[in-house]
């Protein structure tokens, strides 16, 4: 089976090179770039066994990129602690949803009312709509990023009818093709990134039901996080314009 690769980061070269990588199963760091060629330069070098390459690396990209102790990067808190975010963070809280199904959405009355018309009137009156329109309305942002199946399923479908209602609260949401995302290489992770400094990372288990959530402070993550953030920011389609061309169901 093949590794979990994530890329981390990079050189500032033009061609991306070098480049460090993480084994997400095993934390083992994958590092390549230009090679050391000079004989007399690996004639220098201590244990270098038959097969071997020896890769030049500008210490600040191992600095930079290569994770730390993985106990200083997270620390899982409950679902009621993760609530608690949403009233504290300063500037932005931007989340990229990347599954197929949320078992949550599934329990609620509007997916019943959704899966029977195809349309849901959705209503303002719960303490997370309360607390969004609280933290828009002070000129806070509050951004998403949806990815879409070609073949959406109908939890995507019910999420883009949702957007309707939370775009009233002041969130700005965008859609994008699971294609582009594939091509754009982003990871099928969800997160919220707030102030461009915390990741809350969500996880879930085997039958798509949420059950903690990872904070994580550390600096090259929350680079990293930020580079998806632009990536899929730059090349997501409103979701108006994005519903609009999907075909009926």
Known sequence: MP???RFNGAGSGDDGCPSVHEDVDSGEVIVHGPPLADPEDIAQLRHLSEGEVAIVVPRELLGGWTPEERTRQARTIAL???SGLFGRFEHTAWRLETRRRYASDEATDTYRQF???GRVDWTYDNPYCRKIREQTSQGKRVERVRIVDQEPTV?????LDNARRNSGM???IRSMW???ADRLRLPAE???LFDSRLIAALRFDEGDRLTHVDLITEPAEVVRCGMIRDAAWHHAVPWERFAAHL???
């Open 80 to 82: 009621d602690e993760f």
């Open 3 to 5: 590794r979990r690769l």
């Open 115 to 117: 899966v029977e018309t």
């Open 247 to 249: 075909p009926d169901a």
């Open 190 to 192: 969800d997160f919220w």
């Open 155 to 159: 939890g995507q479908r019910y999420l």
């Open 170 to 172: 002041g969130e700005d």
């Open 178 to 180: 699971r294609a582009d």
